[in-house]
Protein backbone atom coordinates (compact mmCIF):
# COMPACT_ATOMS: atom_id res chain seq x y z
CA UNK A 1 0.00 0.00 0.00
CA UNK A 2 1.31 3.38 -0.45
CA UNK A 3 1.48 6.53 1.68
CA UNK A 4 2.18 10.07 1.58
CA UNK A 5 2.89 12.46 4.82
CA UNK A 6 2.71 16.23 4.67
CA UNK A 7 3.30 16.71 8.58
CA UNK A 8 3.06 20.02 8.17
CA UNK A 9 -0.58 20.90 8.56
CA UNK A 10 -0.27 25.07 8.08
CA UNK A 11 2.86 27.33 7.37
CA UNK A 12 2.59 31.18 7.96
CA UNK A 13 5.46 32.94 6.64
CA UNK A 14 5.60 36.82 5.40
CA UNK A 15 5.84 37.57 1.98
CA UNK A 16 9.62 37.52 0.40
CA UNK A 17 10.56 34.71 2.89
CA UNK A 18 11.27 31.38 1.44
CA UNK A 19 9.43 28.49 2.56
CA UNK A 20 9.46 24.76 1.69
CA UNK A 21 6.86 22.03 1.86
CA UNK A 22 8.04 18.62 3.46
CA UNK A 23 6.62 15.56 2.08
CA UNK A 24 7.42 11.76 2.33
CA UNK A 25 6.03 8.93 1.08
CA UNK A 26 6.09 4.94 1.44
CA UNK A 27 6.31 2.78 -1.57
CA UNK A 28 7.27 -0.87 -2.19
CA UNK A 29 7.37 -0.26 -6.09
CA UNK A 30 10.45 0.74 -7.69
CA UNK A 31 8.56 2.89 -10.56
CA UNK A 32 6.28 5.41 -9.07
CA UNK A 33 5.75 8.76 -9.84
CA UNK A 34 5.71 12.08 -7.48
CA UNK A 35 3.12 15.47 -7.74
CA UNK A 36 2.62 18.21 -6.54
CA UNK A 37 -0.43 20.12 -6.92
CA UNK A 38 -1.67 23.61 -5.73
CA UNK A 39 -5.26 24.01 -4.37
CA UNK A 40 -6.33 27.57 -4.44
CA UNK A 41 -9.86 28.45 -2.30
CA UNK A 42 -11.90 27.84 -5.97
CA UNK A 43 -11.02 23.78 -5.43
CA UNK A 44 -9.20 23.43 -8.19
CA UNK A 45 -6.37 21.36 -8.13
CA UNK A 46 -3.66 23.28 -10.14
CA UNK A 47 -0.49 20.41 -11.57
CA UNK A 48 2.84 21.74 -10.61
CA UNK A 49 5.30 18.77 -11.36
CA UNK A 50 5.14 15.34 -12.07
CA UNK A 51 8.96 12.87 -11.45
CA UNK A 52 9.50 9.67 -12.10
CA UNK A 53 11.67 7.44 -9.66
CA UNK A 54 14.26 7.12 -12.19
CA UNK A 55 14.80 11.02 -12.26
CA UNK A 56 16.51 12.35 -9.16
CA UNK A 57 17.39 15.56 -10.50
CA UNK A 58 16.22 18.50 -8.75
CA UNK A 59 13.95 20.82 -10.64
CA UNK A 60 13.36 24.82 -10.64
CA UNK A 61 11.06 26.97 -11.93
CA UNK A 62 11.03 29.92 -11.87
CA UNK A 63 10.69 30.76 -8.03
CA UNK A 64 9.61 27.11 -7.65
CA UNK A 65 11.80 24.36 -6.80
CA UNK A 66 12.07 20.61 -5.54
CA UNK A 67 14.30 18.05 -4.15
CA UNK A 68 13.55 14.42 -4.42
CA UNK A 69 15.38 12.28 -2.66
CA UNK A 70 15.21 8.58 -2.58
CA UNK A 71 17.36 7.58 0.51
CA UNK A 72 14.80 9.63 2.54
CA UNK A 73 11.46 8.98 0.62
CA UNK A 74 11.37 13.14 0.38
CA UNK A 75 10.15 14.95 -2.06
CA UNK A 76 10.14 18.57 -0.62
CA UNK A 77 8.93 21.49 -2.46
CA UNK A 78 10.81 25.19 -1.94
CA UNK A 79 9.35 28.61 -2.75
CA UNK A 80 11.65 31.33 -3.15
CA UNK A 81 11.11 34.49 -1.91
CA UNK A 82 6.80 34.01 -1.38
CA UNK A 83 3.96 36.01 -3.03
CA UNK A 84 0.23 36.26 -1.20
CA UNK A 85 -0.48 34.48 -4.46
CA UNK A 86 1.25 31.68 -3.63
CA UNK A 87 -1.41 31.23 -0.09
CA UNK A 88 -3.24 28.20 -0.76
CA UNK A 89 -3.34 24.08 0.19
CA UNK A 90 -0.57 22.09 -1.70
CA UNK A 91 -0.80 18.40 -2.13
CA UNK A 92 2.03 15.85 -2.69
CA UNK A 93 0.79 12.98 -4.30
CA UNK A 94 2.27 9.53 -5.39
CA UNK A 95 0.84 7.12 -8.23
CA UNK A 96 2.23 3.54 -9.26
CA UNK A 97 1.22 1.97 -12.00
CA UNK A 98 -1.87 -0.27 -11.08
CA UNK A 99 -1.30 -4.29 -10.56
CA UNK A 100 -3.78 -6.70 -12.27
CA UNK A 101 -3.81 -4.53 -15.46
CA UNK A 102 -6.04 -1.36 -13.34
CA UNK A 103 -5.27 1.59 -12.05
CA UNK A 104 -4.60 2.36 -8.35
CA UNK A 105 -5.00 6.57 -8.95
CA UNK A 106 -3.22 8.94 -7.22
CA UNK A 107 -2.71 8.68 -3.29
CA UNK A 108 -2.75 12.24 -1.59
CA UNK A 109 -1.12 13.46 1.14
CA UNK A 110 -3.48 15.92 3.87
CA UNK A 111 -1.89 18.78 2.36
CA UNK A 112 -0.19 21.77 3.37
CA UNK A 113 -1.79 24.69 4.48
CA UNK A 114 0.19 27.87 3.13
CA UNK A 115 -0.41 31.57 4.12
CA UNK A 116 1.55 34.48 2.88
CA UNK A 117 1.41 37.19 4.78
CA UNK A 118 1.41 40.72 3.34
CA UNK B 1 -8.00 26.48 -17.25
CA UNK B 2 -7.57 22.92 -17.34
CA UNK B 3 -10.36 22.15 -19.95
CA UNK B 4 -12.25 20.40 -17.18
CA UNK B 5 -15.59 21.36 -16.27
CA UNK B 6 -18.07 19.98 -13.56
CA UNK B 7 -21.77 20.11 -12.70
CA UNK B 8 -23.88 21.07 -10.74
CA UNK B 9 -20.98 23.24 -8.75
CA UNK B 10 -22.99 22.95 -5.41
CA UNK B 11 -26.07 20.69 -4.31
CA UNK B 12 -27.52 19.70 -1.57
CA UNK B 13 -29.56 16.28 -0.81
CA UNK B 14 -30.83 14.37 1.80
CA UNK B 15 -30.14 10.88 3.32
CA UNK B 16 -31.31 7.90 1.29
CA UNK B 17 -31.56 10.01 -2.06
CA UNK B 18 -29.08 9.47 -5.21
CA UNK B 19 -27.23 11.92 -7.01
CA UNK B 20 -25.46 12.20 -10.34
CA UNK B 21 -22.53 14.53 -10.82
CA UNK B 22 -21.41 15.29 -14.26
CA UNK B 23 -18.06 16.19 -15.72
CA UNK B 24 -16.45 17.12 -19.28
CA UNK B 25 -13.02 15.72 -19.83
CA UNK B 26 -9.83 17.91 -21.71
CA UNK B 27 -10.07 16.73 -25.15
CA UNK B 28 -8.09 14.05 -26.38
CA UNK B 29 -7.92 11.94 -22.98
CA UNK B 30 -9.01 8.43 -22.73
CA UNK B 31 -8.74 8.38 -19.17
CA UNK B 32 -11.63 9.89 -16.39
CA UNK B 33 -11.37 9.15 -12.82
CA UNK B 34 -13.13 10.75 -9.66
CA UNK B 35 -12.01 11.92 -6.44
CA UNK B 36 -13.95 12.51 -3.04
CA UNK B 37 -12.41 15.58 -0.51
CA UNK B 38 -13.61 15.53 2.25
CA UNK B 39 -13.01 18.98 4.47
CA UNK B 40 -9.68 19.46 5.46
CA UNK B 41 -8.40 15.98 3.78
CA UNK B 42 -6.74 15.41 1.11
CA UNK B 43 -8.28 13.80 -2.48
CA UNK B 44 -9.11 9.67 -2.30
CA UNK B 45 -9.20 7.41 -5.56
CA UNK B 46 -12.86 6.57 -6.09
CA UNK B 47 -12.26 5.13 -9.27
CA UNK B 48 -10.89 5.64 -13.05
CA UNK B 49 -12.46 4.92 -16.49
CA UNK B 50 -10.19 4.06 -19.29
CA UNK B 51 -11.75 4.25 -22.87
CA UNK B 52 -15.10 4.00 -21.13
CA UNK B 53 -14.58 0.96 -19.01
CA UNK B 54 -13.78 1.02 -15.35
CA UNK B 55 -10.44 0.02 -14.86
CA UNK B 56 -9.62 1.02 -11.34
CA UNK B 57 -11.61 1.55 -8.36
CA UNK B 58 -10.39 2.39 -4.57
CA UNK B 59 -11.77 1.47 -1.71
CA UNK B 60 -15.58 2.81 -2.16
CA UNK B 61 -18.82 -0.02 -1.81
CA UNK B 62 -20.37 -0.22 -4.99
CA UNK B 63 -23.14 2.07 -4.32
CA UNK B 64 -20.68 4.82 -5.92
CA UNK B 65 -20.36 4.03 -9.73
CA UNK B 66 -20.00 5.70 -12.50
CA UNK B 67 -19.78 6.15 -16.96
CA UNK B 68 -17.60 7.14 -19.48
CA UNK B 69 -19.34 8.60 -23.17
CA UNK B 70 -17.39 8.68 -26.61
CA UNK B 71 -17.52 12.18 -26.19
CA UNK B 72 -15.51 12.95 -23.30
CA UNK B 73 -18.30 13.18 -20.73
CA UNK B 74 -18.82 11.46 -17.42
CA UNK B 75 -20.78 11.13 -14.50
CA UNK B 76 -20.48 9.69 -10.81
CA UNK B 77 -23.69 8.25 -9.14
CA UNK B 78 -24.01 7.50 -6.08
CA UNK B 79 -27.10 5.86 -4.43
CA UNK B 80 -28.48 5.95 -1.16
CA UNK B 81 -26.48 8.85 0.31
CA UNK B 82 -25.36 8.94 3.62
CA UNK B 83 -24.17 11.96 5.88
CA UNK B 84 -20.35 10.84 5.27
CA UNK B 85 -20.88 11.21 1.47
CA UNK B 86 -20.60 14.99 1.78
CA UNK B 87 -17.46 16.34 0.16
CA UNK B 88 -16.40 18.14 -2.81
CA UNK B 89 -16.12 15.40 -5.61
CA UNK B 90 -13.40 16.14 -8.15
CA UNK B 91 -13.08 15.01 -11.49
CA UNK B 92 -10.04 14.39 -13.32
CA UNK B 93 -8.63 13.43 -16.65
CA UNK B 94 -5.68 12.38 -18.43
CA UNK B 95 -3.51 10.76 -21.82
CA UNK B 96 -2.60 7.32 -20.39
CA UNK B 97 0.01 4.91 -22.95
CA UNK B 98 -1.47 2.43 -20.62
CA UNK B 99 -4.63 1.13 -18.42
CA UNK B 100 -2.70 0.53 -15.36
CA UNK B 101 -1.06 4.05 -15.83
CA UNK B 102 -2.73 7.15 -13.89
CA UNK B 103 -0.80 9.83 -15.79
CA UNK B 104 -0.80 13.89 -14.89
CA UNK B 105 -4.43 14.62 -14.24
CA UNK B 106 -6.02 17.54 -14.84
CA UNK B 107 -8.70 18.67 -12.16
CA UNK B 108 -12.10 20.51 -12.47
CA UNK B 109 -12.93 22.67 -9.94
CA UNK B 110 -15.58 20.62 -8.42
CA UNK B 111 -19.20 19.07 -7.75
CA UNK B 112 -19.66 20.30 -3.79
CA UNK B 113 -22.17 17.43 -2.15
CA UNK B 114 -23.95 18.39 1.51
CA UNK B 115 -26.21 15.40 2.46
CA UNK B 116 -28.37 16.31 5.24
Do not use: M
Request: a negative charge.
Amino acid sequence: AQKVTQAQTEISVVEKEDVTLDCVYETRDTTYYLFWYKQPPSGELVFLIRRNSFDEQNEISGRYSWNFQKSTSSFNFTITASQVVDSAVYFCALSVPGSGGGADGLTFGKGTHLIIQP
Amino acid sequence: ETGVTQSPTHLIKTRGQQVTLRCSSQSGHNTVSWYQQALGQGPQFIFQYYREEENGRGNFPPRFSGLQFPNYSSELNVNALELDDSALYLCASSLVDRPRDTGELFFGEGSRLTVL
